[in-house]
Nanobody, 129 residues
Framework: QVRLMESGGGSVQAGRSLTLSCVVSGITYNGNNFMGWFRQAPGKEREGVAQINIGIGTIYSDDSVKGRFTISQDIARKTMYLQMNSLKPEDSAMYYC?????????????????????WGQGTQVTVSS
C-alpha cells in the first residue's frame, strides 16, 4: 500500500518562497509510476501543479506555475519536493501529493487528478498580498 505524507506548507507574503515535501512509502521506483503535486482552493476543482515519472525522471509542469515552481525527488530519501518561488495570492490552496501508475494515469492524462490512486492528507499554503 502506498502512503504519502506532505509537509512544509504555511503562510507567506506574495513574492516569497516555500518548499513542500512529500515522503512516500510502499512505491516502486520504475518507469510505470508517477508522483505529482496537486492543489485545491475553496470552491474550485482540484488541479495539477507538477508531476514526475519517478523511474525515468521526466517532469511535467502546468503552465500556471512554469518558471516559478520546480518538482524534484530524492530517491534515497523517498521524498518528492515542490520548490515554490515568487508565490502569488492565487497560489493559495491545499496542496496534495499523489501517486499512481501509468495503467490508470494514461486514461486521464498526467496532469489530471483522476488517474492518481494514492493521496496524502494535504498541506495548506496561504499567500497574502
Amino acid at each position: 500500500q502506498v502512503r504519502l505524507m506532505e509537509s512544509g506548507g504555511g503562510s507567506v507574503q506574495a513574492g516569497r518562497s516555500l518548499t513542500l515535501s512529500c515522503v512516500v512509502s510502499g512505491i516502486t521506483y520504475n518507469g510505470n509510476n508517477f508522483m505529482g503535486w496537486f492543489r485545491q482552493a475553496p470552491g474550485k476543482e482540484r488541479e495539477g501543479v507538477a508531476q514526475i515519472n519517478i523511474g525515468i525522471g521526466t517532469i511535467y509542469s502546468d503552465d500556471s506555475v512554469k518558471g516559478r515552481f520546480t518538482i524534484s525527488q530524492d530517491i534515497a530519501r523517498k521524498t518528492m519536493y515542490l520548490q515554490m518561488n515568487s508565490l502569488k495570492p492565487e497560489d493559495s490552496a491545499m496542496y496534495y501529493c499523489a501517486a499512481g501508475s501509468w495503467n490508470d494515469i494514461r486514461n486521464y492524462g498526467v496532469h489530471k487528478p483522476a488517474g492518481y490512486t494514492s493521496w496524502g492528507q494535504g498541506t495548506q499554503v496561504t499567500v497574502s498580498s
